[in-house]
């Protein structure tokens, strides 16, 4: 078995030992241009056009959840990568818990009012503020998939009411589950915290505007985990400074790195993180893919392919 790999910054020789190792038998290599040689797997992230064109390929994996940068060059070039090839993506290998980390120590971050207490701090001030109850501070997360469900189950488990929006409904004990564009409304009017998980599609980019912003509750706060396509940076700010909105934690931007001119750098009620949400964990990752290969392999029924009409 013959496998390519690609990704601009990680660490490929591990990965290729790594791959060898849980693969016995197979042969692994790095793609460089050039590389015409044939594959049977192509493991990606960002990858050049030229690499998975024409290639007989078994099956594609992204080295990532969201798969809209291979996507998104599929529309400029369909010849890339034809629909009889299987494009999958990773499911959790390790995220989940790394949303959970981050939505969880936000959500209380807010919760217990940690960004009033470091304005004082600025100003000396010391003064007890009354307490958020956590009727009043509901959950709503966008995007119930595999990494929305894991951090729905994280904030049950802290005792706060939760809601999440999504294209089918959910029957999770404890959590009130929203459907399709005729319940978003509904979903956003009792929604505290926004926390997006959505993946970027055509239906979602631009999603979270002024309009939508406008239907929360108000001194609510977002968290945006997926991408930064996902918001209109211009009416969140608008939001933020009209006091609709408390606050916003962002992981991810239109355009990353951020541009130094961004005004989300100096906003004070704007907090952020580099895309660092949830990385790929090497090595839960080559398990899962190795796994899958397996399968594949053998015919057996197989998770975490893309359904491409879709988007996700
Ligand atoms: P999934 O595909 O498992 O879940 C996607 C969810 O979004 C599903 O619940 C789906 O609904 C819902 N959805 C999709 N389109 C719509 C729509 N038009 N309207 C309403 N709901 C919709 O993805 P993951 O949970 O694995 O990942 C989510 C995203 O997180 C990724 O696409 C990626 O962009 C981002 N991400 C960010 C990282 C970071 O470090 N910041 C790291 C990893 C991922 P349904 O259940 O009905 O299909
Ligand atoms: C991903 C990401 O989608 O890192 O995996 O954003």
Same mark, same amino acid.
């Given at each position: 078995m013959e496998i390519i790999f690609y990704h601009p910054v990680f660490d490929t020789p591990w990965w290729i030992n790594a791959l060898e190792k849980a693969l016995p038998g197979a042969k692994v290599r790095e793609w460089k241009p050039g590389d015409n040689r044939p594959a049977d797997y192509a493991l990606v992230w960002h990858p050049p056009v030229e690499m998975l064109q024409g290639r007989k390929l078994k099956a594609v994996f992204a080295l990532?959840?969201?798969?809209d940068s291979i996507l998104s060059k599929l529309k400029a070039h369909p010849e890339m990568l034809p629909l009889s090839i299987p494009l999958f993506r990773l499911e959790d290998t390790g995220m989940g818990l790394q949303m959970q980390e981050y939505a969880v120590s936000q959500v209380l971050h807010w919760f217990r009012r940690f960004d009033d207490y470091q304005a004082q701090k600025q100003e000396s001030c010391w003064q007890p503020l009354p307490e958020y109850q956590r009727e009043d501070f509901t959950i709503g997360i966008m995007g119930a998939g595999v990494l929305g469900s894991k951090v729905a189950e994280s904030l049950l488990g802290w005792g706060f009411p939760v809601r999440v929006w999504s294209r089918s409904q959910k029957a999770w004990p404890g959590v009130t589950s929203f459907a399709g564009q005729a319940q978003l409304g509904a979903f956003l009017s009792e929604t505290r915290v926004l926390i997006n998980l959505l993946p970027n599609t055509a239906e979602t980019v631009?999603?979270?505007?002024g309009a939508l912003l406008e239907q $929360?509750?108000?001194?609510s706060y977002l968290l945006n985990l997926a991408r930064g396509v996902h918001v209109i940076e211009d009416d969140l700010l608008q939001a933020l400074d009209s006091g609709k909105m408390k606050g916003a934690m962002l992981?991810?931007?239109?355009?990353?790195? $951020?541009?130094?001119?961004?005004p989300l750098w100096r906003h004070p009620r704007v907090a952020m993180t580099p895309h660092i949400a949830a990385v790929t964990r090497p090595q839960e990752a080559i398990t899962s893919i190795a796994g899958t290969i397996n399968q594949l392999e053998r015919g057996e029924p197989v998770t975490g392919q893309v359904d491409r009409e879709r988007g996700y």
């Open positions: 990532g959840a969201g798969v631009g999603i979270i505007n $929360l509750q108000d001194n992981d991810v931007f239109s355009r990353e790195p $951020l541009p130094t001119e961004s």
